[in-house]
């Protein structure tokens, strides 16, 4: 049995994707870290993932650097259905069956450890989710069609977590709790994680977002 795990991502388009990073850098700067975070991700998980890997892109499917990243790490490239994270989240498990996982292209810094007992578990045919530290999460796999953890969860929130939790609570849904990470959304997540994100540290130093010394 082949597993699959879905990455969303946003085509790397300045001024659509990773705007709370503008904070200390231009649109432009912006999308080209969202280019770097989406290319570590991928590399993570080509390398880890023993099943197949399906890249699930919402705004521009064709941009050149999304059929750059298809070529260069041979996923399969599908369309994000419209509506709210939720929505998008429910769409793609309904259409690529279960089990399955969704994983979010800013959180590259997953460990090898994660991916792995993510997909035991679903292998295991139970349910995992991944915790983020703003009160989100990065990952969620289900082995079991489960619409109710989509629903009303006030989507980029510091509830969605808890909120999921207890809805699986009330609904019977065991889901096993990876380790937290710090995904990558404003400045602070950023300077947390760059350490565990060479390419990222090195295009920072070059733009002088970041000092010799701070890297």
């Given at each position: 049995m082949s597993i699959p795990l879905i990455v969303f991502a946003k085509a790397p388009i300045a001024g659509q994707v990773k705007t709370r990073l503008q904070s200390h850098c231009s649109a432009q700067q912006a999308a080209e870290i969202a280019k770097l975070l989406l290319d570590e991700c991928l590399s993570k998980v080509t390398a880890v993932w023993p099943g197949a890997i399906f890249l699930s892109v919402a705004n521009d499917q064709q941009h050149p650097f999304i059929l750059k990243m298809v070529d260069v790490y041979e996923v399969r490239l599908v369309q994000q259905s419209s509506g709210d994270l939720g929505e998008k989240m429910h769409s793609s498990f309904e259409e690529?069956?279960?089990?399955?996982?969704?994983?979010?292209?800013?959180?590259?810094?997953?460990?090898?450890?994660?991916?792995?007992?993510?997909?035991?578990?679903?292998?295991?045919?139970?349910?995992?989710?991944?915790?983020?530290e703003d009160?989100?999460?990065?990952?969620?796999?289900?082995?079991?069609?489960?619409?109710?953890?989509?629903?009303?969860?006030?989507?980029?929130?510091?509830?969605?977590?808890?909120?999921?939790?207890?809805?699986?609570?009330?609904?019977?849904?065991?889901?096993?709790?990876?380790?937290?990470?710090?995904?990558?959304?404003?400045?602070?997540?950023?300077?947390?994680?760059?350490?565990?994100?060479?390419?990222?540290?090195?295009?920072?130093?070059?733009?002088?977002?970041?000092?010799?010394?701070?890297?």
């Open positions: 690529h069956g279960y089990p399955a996982a969704i994983l979010g292209s800013d959180a590259p810094h997953i460990s090898k450890a994660a991916l792995l007992r993510s997909y035991e578990v679903l292998r295991s045919n139970a349910n995992v989710i991944g915790p983020s009160g989100g999460y990065y990952l969620i796999g289900l082995s079991n069609p489960s619409g109710c953890l989509f629903e009303g969860m006030g989507w980029g929130q510091s509830t969605v977590l808890n909120s999921t939790l207890s809805m699986a609570e009330n609904n019977s849904i065991v889901l096993e709790q990876l380790e937290s990470l710090n995904d990558i959304d404003t400045w602070p997540d950023l300077m947390a994680a760059i350490d565990q994100l060479p390419t990222i540290k090195n295009y920072l130093v070059e733009q002088l977002l970041i000092s010799h010394r701070d890297a």
